[in-house]
């Protein structure tokens, strides 16, 4: 089987590499753009790092997400997160639009959406479709603080493969999201079963971030804020994760046969040494590949503000064009610090960074 996450990882890295390798901090136009829809909730995970009590009023209305997805290019990959993307109610429109001119990933917890949604993503062909596990069962539900939420998620999936079937259609592909926690380390192994099971395409285990300034505001305007400078320190729930019990799952998932794809957040992170580092906060700057994400990638926050991944504003959609912004001056002297760099400190456990010596079954 084509392992597509494998093959559109190689070429993003590529697109980005080519215009890295100059200092100018130029890019060729964005090849992924994540907008985060809202930063409301119906959960409240304990471990996530959204911000909150942003009002309804500041986010993005309907009319400016289609401006948005208006200026980006055809070629471009798009996904749709939040926040809980279907706690808005025009969030239905926002897929249908993005879907007639974008191929579309969006990330969710699976406990607001319905049938006509689903027959939606399938009719339409989303590409796509992400949703978290965190556990079999209580076990999730108590994580993600919501009785039946796991009920939910797994319904979803069950309604779309069903979808899928009755219009013999390939799409959309399903990711699940595993983050690693105290909580959940014993049935990671179980969690795969059931994705196989379910015939889920894609598994990713991701390990939490270090850093609360990767991938969420609030925004820092100066490139050498110690947020982006230091080492982060992590949460301090991984302290907890018993890494004997953590092996042993892995090493179970590793010998698994099935038709799931494994991924994990960092890639390549899921190997003793890798794990060991990761848990410990030990983790250097040389153990991971240089990045070039920020010359592939952009992200637009629930109020329109653009920035490359770590939490530094270039710019804002209220004000700019995406283009603009793009190759404007703030986002190339984050390009270039970044390419002086390889990486920054404050990058250290980012879903999208590379461990060197690591497993994980995508290459790259
Ligand atoms: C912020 S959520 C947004 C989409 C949706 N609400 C959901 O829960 O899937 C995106 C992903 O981030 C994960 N996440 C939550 N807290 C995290 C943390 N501290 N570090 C890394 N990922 C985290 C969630 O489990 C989820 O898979
Ligand atoms: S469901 Fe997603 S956005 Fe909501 S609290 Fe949980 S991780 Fe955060
Ligand atoms: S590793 Fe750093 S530069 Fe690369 S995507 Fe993550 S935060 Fe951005």
């Not at 190689?10 to 809202?38: C, D, H, K, M, N």
């Not at 997400?65 to 980006?72: A, F, H, K, T, V």
């Not at 710019?315 to 064009?321: K, M, P, Q, S, Y």
Request: net charge positive.
């Amino acid at each position: 089987m084509i392992n597509y996450s494998d093959w559109h990882k190689r070429l993003v890295r590529i697109y980005g590499q080519i215009p890295g390798f100059f200092s100018s901090g130029y890019a060729l136009p964005p090849l992924v753009v994540q907008i985060e829809v809202t930063h409301r909730c119906n959960l409240n995970c304990s471990t996530c790092y959204q911000m909150k009590g942003v009002k309804i009023e500041e986010e993005l209305n309907l009319e400016e997400i289609r401006g948005i997805i208006d200026q980006l290019p055809r070629a471009a990959f798009l996904t749709l997160t939040g926040g809980e993307p279907f706690i808005r109610e025009d969030m239905p429109e926002i897929i249908n639009y993005a879907l007639s001119r974008n191929r579309c990933n969006i990330l969710t917890n699976g406990t607001l959406i319905g049938e006509d949604t689903i027959r939606m993503f399938v009719e339409k062909g989303l590409f796509l479709f992400g949703t978290s596990l965190d556990g079999i069962g209580s076990i999730h539900d108590k994580i993600r603080n919501g009785k039946g939420t796991y009920e939910k998620a797994v319904e979803v999936i069950r309604s779309i493969q069903k979808h899928k079937e009755s219009k013999r259609g390939k799409y959309p592909l399903i990711n699940i999201n595993t983050l690693i926690m105290p909580q959940n380390i014993e049935c990671l192994y179980e969690i795969l079963l059931v994705a196989e099971k379910m015939e889920v395409d894609y598994l990713t285990i991701m390990f939490p971030k270090l850093s609360d300034a990767q991938y969420t505001p609030p925004f820092y305007d100066d490139l050498n804020h110690e947020k982006f400078l230091s080492f982060p320190r992590g949460p301090e729930f991984l302290d907890a994760i018993d890494q004997s019990i953590l092996n042993k799952q892995l090493r179970l998932i590793k010998s698994h046969q099935g038709s799931v794809t494994i991924r994990s957040y960092p890639y390549g992170i899921l190997e003793p040494e890798g794990m060991q580092k990761y848990l410990k906060r030990q983790l250097k700057l040389q153990d991971f590949y240089p990045c070039y994400v920020p010359w592939s990638t952009v992200c637009i926050s629930p109020r329109g503000d653009v920035y490359p991944c770590l939490a530094y504003r270039v710019g804002t959609i209220r004000e700019n064009t995406l283009k603009a912004v793009w190759n404007g001056q703030c986002f190339r002297e984050y390009r270039k610090k970044l390419r002086k760099m390889s990486l920054m400190p404050g990058c250290l456990g980012c879903c999208y960074s590379k461990f060197k010596k690591g497993w994980s079954q995508l290459i790259f």
